[in-house]
């Protein structure tokens, strides 16, 4: 891992970069270089052997501007405050630039939530809810899943928050079981999302899918979702990046049985079928493939592995996975970067959706919440694409291009109080 590398310094790049080509003052968007506001909290947890650990946990909040703050919470051992800042700056971007009516929060704890058992993860949970509490809420700030975070977590979080106000408050939480309020779509609506945004780009570049190579780094929630989504449309999946090991098949993987492997096994290691082969990281990312789906974390492709990919097309599921360095290495060898507040954000819609329902006590079928998730993410490509075409920029600035003019607007509608 690149030893200097802030993934909150990596977003403010993007934002001036994107401000200078709108022709924005300093003044205009200076507030949006920092969070609103940011809580750290330590969250003593009695485990299951008695003793007492102290796990350290945290909130932000970037902006409000455009509606309540939005964005995931997650349970990870290298969560730390710089990475909730840039995840939360990223969730207020991606927001703006779908236009939903949301700003950008999130959250997370270090912790490695495979090393505790149930008892111990639920109060870990509940004392974290009951740390943050004060500012979270239905119109404040609203978290979902992100992260070795899932519905049943949710559910804990919505249930801490009702007992504490004495009410069931459904609203104040998405990603949660379909059971207690949560909507139909839910999971897969970012690998959906995902799936959606690259049929848009690989029809804009004229490749045709039905005939390219795919690989995916990921294999959670949402690159599950998105090799399943996209095996689903025929496409061919040669290779399968996760923690645990890389699979390669020039002939294509078999995704509907390495996805009934993984949620068995909870790894993709040790499954076996005609022609695959395990291959290393860094082979991953040599590979002679067409599209590129990048569905981990934060900070994989770097300036050392950037001249290796021979992807044209790349479609960025997680936050963050492209450096600053990497990306201007891939624009100059001329590969398209979709960039990730635009085509991983069929989750936070479906959140709002999710949302939405609960306010109301109406609830939507699949059908329409996925019609409507398309229609949404369709508009903001376009609305991109047009951006980059006519001021010959990448897709990555066109989005922050997109995404700061919305929010500068709102700003400067709303003033500056006092």
């Known amino acids: 891992m690149k030893k200097n590398y802030n993934p909150y310094d990596e977003m403010l790049s993007c934002v001036d970069n994107a401000a200078e080509k709108l022709g924005l003052k300093y003044d205009d968007y200076v507030a949006l270089r920092y969070p609103e506001r940011m809580l750290s909290v330590s969250l003593p947890v009695k485990m299951d052997d008695g003793t007492l650990k102290v796990f350290s946990g945290y909130r932000i909040q970037h902006s409000s501007t455009r509606g309540p703050c939005k964005g995931g919470i997650r349970f990870h051992p290298d969560v730390n405050l710089d990475e909730v800042k840039a995840l939360s700056a990223w969730m207020t971007w991606k927001c703006a630039v779908v236009n939903i009516p949301y700003g950008g929060a999130k959250g997370g704890i270090a912790v490695d939530p495979s090393k505790l058992s149930e008892g111990e993860l639920e109060r870990l949970t509940r004392r974290y809810t009951a740390a943050i509490l004060p500012i979270l809420g239905p119109d404040r ?45 839910r999971g897969e609506a970012t690998g959906r999302g995902v799936s959606i945004v690259l049929d848009a780009i690989a029809f804009r570049k004229e490749l045709p899918l039905q005939k390219a190579k ?21 496409y061919n999946i040669v290779a399968i990046s996760d923690v645990s090991c890389t699979l390669y098949n020039e002939d294509g993987l078999n995704i509907k049985a390495l996805s009934e492997y993984a949620s068995e096994k909870k790894t993709i290691k ?23 789906i990048l569905a981990a974390l934060e900070n994989q492709v770097t300036a050392e592995n950037a001249n290796d990919i021979k992807a044209s097309i790349i479609v960025e599921g997680a936050n963050g996975p492209t450096t600053t360095e990497a990306d201007e290495i891939l ?15 069929g989750g936070v819609i479906v959140s709002y959706f999710e949302w939405v329902q609960n306010l109301q006590s109406i609830f939507w079928d699949e059908h329409e919440i996925f019609s409507l998730l398309k229609k949404i993410l369709l508009k903001a490509f376009d609305d991109v694409y ?24 709102a700003t400067k509608l709303r003033g500056v109080f006092p």
Not at 217 to 232: D, E, I, K
């Open 141 to 185: 700030d609203i978290p979902a899943p992100d992260v070795n975070t899932n519905p049943k977590i949710m559910g804990w979080i919505m249930d801490t928050f009702s007992v504490f106000k004495g009410y069931p408050a459904p609203e104040v939480v998405t990603g949660k079981p379909i059971e207690i309020g949560g909507s139909l779509g």
């Open 214 to 234: 795919i690989a995916i780094q990921g294999f959670g929630n949402v690159g599950g979702a998105t090799a399943r989504s996209l095996y689903s449309k025929g």
């Open 270 to 292: 040790g499954y076996t079928e005609k022609g695959v082969t395990e291959i290393s990281k860094e082979d991953f990312f040599k590979l002679d493939i067409d599209v590129l």
């Open 331 to 345: 624009n100059k060898k001329g590969v398209v970067i979709v960039p990730d507040i635009l085509s991983n954000a």
């Open 386 to 409: 047009k951006l980059s075409e006519d001021k010959d920029v990448t897709l990555r600035t066109a989005a922050y291009m997109v995404a700061i003019n919305r929010v500068v607007k």
